[in-house]
Nanobody, 126 residues
Framework: VQLQASGGGLVQPGGSLRLSCVVS????????IGWFRQAPGKGREGVAC????????DYVSSVKGRSTISRDYAKNAVHLQMNDLKPEDTAIYYC????????????????????WGQGTEVTVSS
């Protein structure tokens, strides 16, 4: 199982980014995938997560309505499109996977995911 996150960068408030998590060693249909973030001095937070199979999604309230998690079978990747970015979105973003069948309420817990990629840094600043 390997996960490779990319797409971070410096963006102005109100801008957009698409983060990508390219995976290998497993099928997207049979793993839950989560995007998490960790800001300096804070704990790791589940941002947007997707269950396996006929999937459900869960978003942290602070990004609902301006972020979308999606599967890309052609690229074997999971993307996180983030719009209207705010300075409080500044963090290192990680993707993670789990072969366990996770219920929606468990999707945004970091402890639900045994496999993690390296982070990609997002800085929102003018």
């Amino acid at each position: 199982v390997q996960l490779q996150a990319s797409g971070g960068g410096l963006v102005q408030p109100g801008g957009s980014l698409r983060l990508s998590c390219v995976v290998s060693g497993f099928s997207l249909d049979y793993h839950a995938i989560g995007w998490f973030r960790q800001a300096p001095g804070k704990g790791r937070e589940g941002v947007a997560c997707m269950s396996s199979g006929v999937y459900s999604t869960d978003y942290v309230s602070s990004v609902k309505g301006r972020s979308t998690i999606s599967r890309d079978y052609a690229k074997n990747a999971v993307h996180l499109q983030m719009n209207d970015l705010k300075p409080e979105d500044t963090a290192i973003y990680y993707c993670a996977s789990s072969s366990n069948r996770l219920i929606t309420s468990a999707l945004r817990y970091p402890s639900s995911y045994p496999d993690w990629g390296q982070g990609t840094e997002v800085t929102v600043s003018s």
